[in-house]
Structures are given as C-alpha cells and as structure tokens.
C-alpha cells in the first residue's frame, strides 16, 4: 500500500469514527441539555450556582488517580490494533484497571476525611460540604469511565464510545430533575453520580466483551504505561488544578447568580465543542499508527477542514448568543449571553490547529511537549486570572482564559512545526476573514423582527448562504477540497445529506472560476 494509499485509509476512518463519536455526543448532549434546562429551571440561578459547584472537590481529588494511564492505553491499543497484535492488550487494561481503582479509593477516602476543610479552602462555603461528600463518589467512578473509554478509543470500537456518554446523559437526565423535584441540589448530585455511575458499568462490560476478559500483568509492566502517560497526567492535574482555582476565584469574587449564569454559557459553549471533540478524539489513534510524513500531511488537513467547521461556528455564537440563550433558557439568565460570546471567541483562530495539536503531539509520543503547553497556559492564567478579577470579576477571568488558551495554542504550534509539520497561515486568516464577514449578514437579517425564534431562523439561513459563498470566494475551499470531502463523507451518516451542498459548492468554485476567482 502506497503512502497516500495510507493516509487515505486512515482519513477515512478518522472521519467515520469521528461522525459515530459525533453521532453520540450529539445525543448525550442534547438530552444532557434538556436536563440542564429542567434543572435551571427548578432550581434557579442561585440553586444551579450551589449544584454546579458541588462537584469541585471531587475533580480536585481526581487529580490523585490514573496518572495518564488512560492515555497511555488509546495509544497502546491503536498500536497493536494496526499490527494485529490485540492479544497482548488485555494484560495491560487488567494492571491498569488496579492501578486506577487503587488510587481512586485513596483519593475518594482523604476527601472524606477532610471534606469540611476541602469546602472551605476550594468553595469559601462551609455550607456546600453536604452536597461535597454526596459528590464524592465520583472520584472512583468518572477515572474508571475514563479508563474505559480510552481504552474503546484505541481499539476504534466507535458504537461502544457513542453508546457510553448517551447512557451516562440519559441517567442522569431523567433521575437529576426527578430527585430534584423531591430534594432540591441533593437530588440533582444524587441523580448526576448515578447516572455517571450506570455508564461506567456500561462501558466496563463493553471492555470485557470485547478484550475478552482482563488478563494479568505484572506491575512492572505498568511502567512504559505510566512513562508515556505522567507528562500527560500532569497537564491534567495543572488543567484540573486550574479549573479549580477558576472555581475559587468565581467563589470569592462572584455571586452565585454569576456562577449560575457562567454554568449555562458554559453549557452553550459544550456544544461548540460537540465539533471538535470527535475530531480531536478520532485524530489520537489516527496520528499514533500513521508514519512520520503522513501525520505532517494529515495534520495540514485535519488543521484545514476541522477550522472550516469551528470558525463559522464561533463567530455565530459570538453574535447570536442572546437569543440563542434567551431560546433554550429564557430571559433568566441576562448575564449568560455575553459570557457565552466572549468564550466562543476561542474559536475564529481553530485555523492555527486547536482542534488538532493536542492529537497530533500526543499521537507522536510528544507527550511532555503536551505538558509544556499546559505550563505555558497556567503561568498565563494564574497571573492574568487574580489581576483581572479583582478589576472585572467574571468577565476578567474570562478574557484571562482567552489570552491564556492563545498562548497554549501557538507555543503547541511551535513545537509541532519544529517536528516537520507545516501551516497554512494565510487561510487561517482567510477562514476567520470568511466567518466575520457572514455572521455580518446574519446580525443584519436579525433586524428584520423584534420576535428571537424569527431573529434566530433568518439569521441561520443568511449566515450559511453567505458563507457557503464566502468559503470558495476567499480561497478556503477548492475543487481538489469539494471531491476530498464527498469522497471522506460519502459514507458517514450525512453523506446523502452532504451530497446536494458539495455539488451547490462546486457550482460556486466552478462559477468563480470562469469568471476569475480564487477558487
């Protein structure tokens, strides 16, 4: 098989695990959203405020368990799968699976003991450590979930990764508002860990089906496992770790109304990322079988097309946020839509390769350049974060990610182009140049009606005629691009759906053309 023979093997089933992931997140997500609308509802701003910080101390404690392992086992798992070798991979899920469980245990036992004083130092409210401890057992549940789903990740079983975060949402949808109707924030922690709690069950008999049980390992074979993964691990725990001092800082310097606002502009901000979350999932495996000069191409495209999704998308949301908002939760939540915008921001420079990096450094065993990054993140944040909060409260630390996500991502940059791969720089710009240039016609035909649901329907339909003509007019998409996507998409799900756009498409790169344009 010829090298682009390769890279189109692995391009194509990129793309269709990525569209089954996409499939299952879409779901999980959705009825994860109904569930938050019901929740926000039932609660109020000051209940999901107090819900939404219950689960704090038990991320902060996560950072005492798995140590990369998960990580270490997707690639390990894409690795053998590509040399037909998957035998030897069900002696390193049953030592990783101790490991984890072994340090989850001790983890969720030291936040019993000390959850009072975990609540004060990490919430500043003493009065949140009941609904801490009834968090608790997601300590041991969600590293075991993790585990699980990396290791399904590797072995490309996408049904199974679509089926995991469906049955997750869908428990905890349905039992979250329902405890709650009877017991407040209690029942919605109560709802949330059982439904965190069934998925990981879930996914743990889909693991053993298709391993064919745990086999046993020594603890020294836990070693290349730990060494590929800690640098990995590490960047988590500065992730987490940061997370959490977000937290703390929205708790000292913002109200719980704030924090209930930034919760559902953070919820609108997750299906953002419902497009580049299977991308950048799919893309690990992907990056860890291809050779060195195929992963420098498939970096360039993945960077190109991933960016023709996520910088309309952002630029939408950055416009559209309040009756987007206004839609699914109601006028409640006033301070939600410009928090929503000021995170979407993030995504007109995915033309540098954000949904990309992350996959290919760590596809290429670059894992502690991974690590690097995430410093130069939190030395951004830490600073940047205290300063502008005690100025700007929310919005201060909001602008402060912003700066701190720009710096992760071109220092990523950096380090990937000194390893061979190369980036288009000008359609980057062109790509974001292209989404501004549409959401403008999408804010204009927003005037025509004072009702949002009309506002929201011709401000859509506008924003993709105009950018569906923007695209091949500036240079993003050509011909070559057109047929690249209907042969990859042609057997997704979409691709009848597809099918009559990209032909809408070449008719537009086709018309430019003769008529001299760029495409």
């Not at 086992?73 to 590509?82: G, Y």
């Not at 944040?381 to 630390?397: E, M, R």
Request: glycine share 10%.
């Amino acid at each position: 098989m010829g090298d682009r023979d390769a890279l189109t093997v692995a391009a194509a089933e990129s793309v269709a695990s990525a569209f089954s992931l996409f499939g299952g997140q879409v779901l999980a997500t959705f009825i994860a959203g109904l569930s938050s609308i019901v929740l926000a509802r039932l609660l109020g701003p000051e209940g999901y405020g107090r819900y939404s910080l219950s689960t704090t101390v038990a991320s902060f404690l996560m950072l005492l368990t798995n140590f990369g392992v998960h990580a270490a086992l997707t690639r390990e798992a894409s690795k053998l799968v590509a040399k037909g070798s998957l035998q030897a991979f069900s002696p390193l899920v049953g030592v990783a699976l101790r490991f984890s469980l072994i340090t989850s245990f001790l983890a969720s036992t030291v936040g019993f003991l000390f959850s009072s004083a975990l609540s004060l130092l990490l919430l500043n409210r003493l009065e949140l450590v009941h609904l801490v401890r009834l968090a608790l057992p997601l300590v041991i549940i969600d590293p075991l979930f993790n585990l699980v789903y990396a290791s399904l990740l590797g072995l490309g079983d996408a049904k199974a990764l679509a089926l995991m975060p469906i049955v997750r949402d869908f428990s905890r949808g349905v039992l979250s508002p329902l405890l709650a109707l009877g017991s407040g924030c209690e029942g919605a922690v109560t709802g949330l860990v059982v439904g965190h709690a069934l998925a990981a069950v879930a996914g743990f008999i889909l693991l053993w089906r298709r391993v064919g049980g745990l086999g046993f390992a020594r603890w020294g074979d836990l070693k290349p496992l730990l060494r590929y993964g800690l640098p990995l691990h590490v960047s988590t725990v500065l992730s987490t770790g940061l997370m959490v001092y977000q937290n703390s800082l929205l708790a000292w310097f913002a109200t719980d109304e704030e924090v209930g606002n930034l919760k559902i502009a953070g919820n609108f901000y997750a299906l953002l990322q419902l497009v580049s979350l299977p991308i950048t999932s799919a893309l690990f495996p992907a990056f860890s079988k291809l050779e060195k000069e195929e992963s420098g191409r498939a970096f360039k495209f993945a960077v190109k097309y991933s960016a023709l999704l996520l910088a309309p998308a952002g630029a939408y949301a950055c416009v559209m946020s309040r009756d987007l908002v206004r839609l699914i939760y109601g006028d409640a939540y006033r301070l939600a839509p410009v928090y929503f915008s000021i995170q979407a921001v993030s995504f007109l420079w995915s033309g540098l390769g954000t949904a990309v990096l992350g996959s290919f450094l760590q596809g290429i065993g670059e894992s502690k350049v991974v690590f690097e990054a995430m410093l130069v993140y939190a030395s951004a944040f830490v600073p940047l974060s205290l300063s502008l909060a005690l100025v700007a409260g929310v919005y201060g630390v909001l602008v402060a990610t912003l700066a701190s996500n720009l710096a992760f991502t071109l220092f990523s940059l950096r380090e990937a182009l000194k390893r061979g791969v190369s980036l288009d720089w000008s359609l980057a710009l062109r790509v974001c140049l292209a989404s501004i240039l549409a959401v403008a016609m999408a804010g204009a035909l927003s005037l025509i009606s004072s009702r949002y649901v009309v506002r929201l329907a011709f401000s859509m339909a506008g924003f993709l005629f105009a950018y569906g003509l923007l695209a091949p007019s500036t240079g993003c998409l050509n011909l070559d691009d057109l047929k690249q996507l209907e042969f990859l998409l042609g057997k997704t799900p979409i691709g009848s759906i597809v099918k009559p756009i990209l032909s809408i498409e070449k008719a537009v790169v086709g018309m430019l053309s003769r008529y001299g344009g760029k495409a």
